[in-house]
Nanobody
């Protein structure tokens, strides 16, 4: 059973930055593609970014140039660096791993507001 734990959310002003972390419990975490999703109130959960085991990255268009996904295999951690945040980025952010099933963390709240 893979466990994922997100952290790093909080309240930030527009234009500010946050770095989210997703820590995995098993070795498979370093081999698997890890995704970040987000879900705003009353909306569906949307895919944001992904990083493969080989550290190939991909982003949804509306975060390109602002968000950066990276990983530290020694720490079994994937990061989402979010810069130039906008109020529309307000959501609960989840990390996800697919390996013989779907595994999700509990989410971390990001609020962008002045």
């Amino acid at each position: 059973q893979v466990q994922l734990a997100e952290s790093g959310g909080g309240l930030v002003q527009p234009g500010g930055s946050l770095r989210l972390s997703c820590v995995g419990s098993e070795t498979i975490f370093n081999l698997a593609t890890i995704d970040w999703y987000r879900q705003a109130p009353g909306k569906e959960r949307d895919w944001v970014a992904a990083i493969t085991g080989g550290e190939v990255t991909n982003y949804v268009d509306f975060v390109k140039g602002r968000f950066t996904i990276s990983r530290d295999k020694a720490k079994k951690t994937v990061y989402l660096q979010m810069n130039n945040l906008e109020p529309e980025d307000t959501a609960v952010y989840y990390c996800h791993l697919k390996f013989m099933g779907d595994f999700w963390g509990q989410g971390t709240q990001v609020t962008v507001s002045s």
